[in-house]
């Protein structure tokens, strides 16, 4: 149940405002994204997107490798027709198993660098395909005698930009040709929709904003193929009579890819769109004999799915967010009507302060210890990237909705990641419509179970909405996101007792577990898991036939299990006696030299990627499976001589998480800012791992759920308060859930 502190109360804007993000000079690697959970745009200092080729994929002579600025929402995706039809079929291979053959969906080919090898046509579509899509690129131009040119980075001077976290704004201000420019950007908070306000003489000199469109992209990381202009089509409607905005026109653009639809609709007064070119529309203040109408440029772009072929209906399971302080036509106090741009600001002031009002709260800036301040602002951004990036009706990918990872496919083992925090929290809304989305792929789960000869639904990995598995050597194989869903529900349940919680998850949760109990195999020892597998620890994958018993999967399966039993017997329903009987009877995890290894089986331990070990005390409560003194070795070992390179962003979450379990807040706090190249958290937030990964929202997710274990503590755990933190650290929080 919610825990509040009885420490004075936070003084939440002062806490959130003095971690705003501002910038006074073009950085690659740390562009500001707004947006609320289903649609974001991420911009550079201009307030639009006018310098894409400052934010190269990979690194260039003058620029490292930067973050691409895009427009994503959760229902843009799209496929590239395929050649011929293809499926899985081709991909599946038979693996001995403890009951027999298996099918496995494989992968001829290999992974290396996060880069397909040798891989087949068909298994590069379907590992392409779908797609999430760029729905469009938004930037200033210069209009010269009819020409449109670029604007040149050394044109901008004195730039000055500041996200508002409380208020969800971007204000930024530059000198461009001498003449001062304000822009001000927002996103609504309930609708995929972008307001502009633009302010300078600049734009009676020829200023413009341009609009351009792309065709969908097959490539791992860049959503927008340029150099496919006859592949899709763009055209053009308006202007007509805004019902909504009195006094405004509508333009609507209608873009088809393939069988990708969708549709940008610009509102605005005073304002002009053109179409000069195939792909490409021009903004720019209608020509008035006022002066001052010249000097402004407000407007607003919305994106909705038509919701034909690969685009998801828009509305989906969408969370729904209400702002009571703004209509849809909002007034300003004067009683004036507010431009379409003006209600999209007003909307998104109104809303982020409800949102930092709400759920918790940590305030550690009078702690002596300078990392606190650190921590403090790493805690504060992540909290507005998760929300904008992983609250929306999909589990996100890992980049969220700033730019494609994986071609914005999403990855199931990353969920408890990207989510479990919301509902620590105290904001369960935000991790409820991700949650719902797995009721859609319960039949598609329930087949690949079937398939493979078990009960229940095994969840997939790398997926797109329609929760078609990817070929992969990796991704079939893992199964640490199998026990997920039970852990998600049963955090929204911790915050929300209710027994419509429990009956509104209760099949994923059933069905979960039903293949959990299956899965593991009957043997002398007790009830084993694997052959084949992948870990956590995915630094197996090359023996992936013969791993058996991770110890974190083995501890999940037992948690998660005896969680799937007390859901039943909350809602009265007869017991499952298999599930209590394979939870009981699991078996050890191997224990070589005082600490636990990694697998039960040769090479045990490889000393890269996740210390995945630590989840099973740490991301997961006591079990009877785990030895607190062991473990407190093994996180010892870890922290004496892993592989920090090859960790990922977070692995310093959970070894945070297991030393605060076993009362070493020192250790901790040291885990949560070692300074290590993946745990790097850069100006604008983002947990920056590689060139192909410039942020990563595991690690951000990772860390608030860290620090909410820290804070309001654990079932069981030591009776004082922030039982987490060192106790020389002044720690200030309200409204947190207490961990499990």
């Known amino acids: 149940m919610p825990t509040r502190s009885e420490s004075p109360a936070i003084d939440r804007k002062a806490l959130v405002q003095r971690h705003n ?12 994204s707004v947006g609320n959970g289903e649609f974001a745009f991420t911009l550079d200092l ?62 001829v080919g290999g992974i290396v660098n996060d880069r397909e090898t040798d891989t087949s046509p068909a298994e590069t579509w379907l590992r392409a395909n779908q797609h999430r899509l760029d729905l469009g690129r938004i930037g200033f131009h210069w209009l010269e005698n009819a020409t449109v040119r670029s604007i040149l980075e050394a044109e901008i001077t004195d730039a000055e930009q500041t996200l508002d976290l409380w208020s969800g704004v971007v204000t930024s201000r530059f000198t461009l040709a001498g003449h001062p420019v304000k822009v001000t950007t927002a996103c609504h908070p309930d609708r995929d929709e972008l307001g502009v306000s633009v302010e300078s003489r600049a734009l009676g000199a020829g200023l413009v904003v341009g609009v351009r469109f ?51 609709v610009i509102t605005g007064q005073n304002l002009t769109v053109e179409q000069p070119e195939q792909h490409q529309l021009h903004v720019a203040p209608a020509k008035s004999e006022s002066p001052d109408t010249n000097d402004v440029l407000d407007f607003s772009v919305a994106f909705l799915s038509a919701g034909d072929g690969d685009c998801i209906p828009r509305g989906n399971n969408r969370r729904t967010v209400t702002t009571p302080a703004v209509s849809h036509a909002a007034t300003d106090r004067t009683g004036v009507e507010l431009s379409p741009a003006c209600n999209v600001i007003a909307a998104s002031e109104a809303y982020w302060p409800g949102f930092w009002y709400s759920g918790g709260a940590i305030e550690l800036d009078a702690t002596e210890d300078p990392r606190a301040k650190e921590l403090e602002r790493r805690i504060v951004l992540s909290q507005y990237l998760t929300a904008i990036n992983c609250s929306g009706s999909l589990p996100p990918q890992e980049t969220g909705l700033v730019c494609n990872s994986w071609r914005g496919r999403f990855h199931l083992e990353m969920h408890w ?7 620590l929290w105290n904001r369960v809304e935000l991790l409820l419509p991700s949650l719902r989305w797995y009721s859609s792929v319960l039949e598609v789960s329930r087949q690949t179970a079937k398939a493979q000869g ?3 639904v095994r969840w997939p990995k790398q997926i797109g909405p329609d929760g078609r598995e990817s070929p992969s050597p990796i991704g079939t194989f893992l199964i640490w996101q199998q026990p997920h869903p039970i852990h998600l529900a049963e955090l929204v349940y911790r915050a929300n007792p209710r ?18 109990a299956d899965f593991a195999h009957p043997t002398s020892r007790g009830f084993e ?116 390179g090859s960790t990922w962003g977070w692995d310093y979450p959970v070894m945070a998480m297991t030393a605060a379990r076993l009362e070493d807040p020192e250790a901790a706090v040291d885990a949560l800012l070692l300074s290590a190249g993946k745990n790097t958290f850069l100006p604008n937030g983002h947990n920056r791992q590689t060139d192909s990964l410039p942020l990563y ?23 004082r308060h922030a039982p987490g933190f060192p106790a020389d650290w002044t720690v200030t929080w309200e409204g947190l859930v207490r961990s499990p």
């Open 21 to 32: 993000v501002r910038q006074e000079r073009l950085d690659p690697r740390s562009p500001v």
């Open 417 to 423: 990641w990207h989510a479990a925090h919301f509902a």
């Open 214 to 264: 792309p065709y969908g992209s097959e490539a791992w990381h860049d959503a927008a193929d340029w150099n496919s202009p006859n592949a899709h089509t763009t055209s053009l409607d308006g202007p007509v009579k805004s019902d909504e905005h009195p006094g405004c026109a509508i333009w609507t653009a209608h873009r088809e890819l393939d069988e990708a639809r969708y549709q940008v």
């Open 454 to 456: 078990f009960d229940g």
């Open 499 to 516: 027994r419509e919680v429990l009956e509104e998850f209760s099949e994923i949760v059933f069905e979960s577990a039903a293949f959990m």
């Open 697 to 719: 929202l595991p690690g951000n997710g990772g860390l608030l759920a860290a620090v909410a274990l820290m804070a309001a503590g654990w079932d069981n755990g030591p009776d």
């Open 46 to 107: 201009t307030g639009l997107q006018t310098f894409p080729a400052a934010y190269p994929v990979g690194a260039r002579d003058d620029l490292p490798a930067g973050t691409l600025l895009g427009t994503q929402s959760q229902w843009g995706w799209h496929s590239v027709p395929a050649a011929q039809p293809y499926d899985l079929a081709g991909s599946t291979v038979l693996y001995d198993s403890p009951r027999g053959p298996v099918p496995y969906v494989d992968m």
């Open 529 to 644: 898991l694997g052959p084949p597998l992948i870990p956590a620890q995915e630094s197996y994958g090359s023996i992936r036939a013969k791993v058996t018993n991770p110890t974190f999967e083995l501890a999940y399966w037992q948690w998660g299990l005896r969680t799937a039993v007390a859901w039943r017997d909350r809602l009265g329903l007869e017991p499952v006696q298999e599930w209590a009987d394979v939870a009981d009877g699991m078996v050890s995890p191997r224990v070589i030299d005082g600490v636990y290894a990694a697998i039960d089986v040769e090479p045990f331990t490889i000393r890269t990627d996740h210390p995945s070990m630590l989840c099973a005390l740490g991301v997961l409560p006591q079990t009877d499976l785990i030895d607190s003194t062991i473990m407190r070795a093994t996180l010892s070992s870890v922290l004496a001589d892993w592989d920090w």
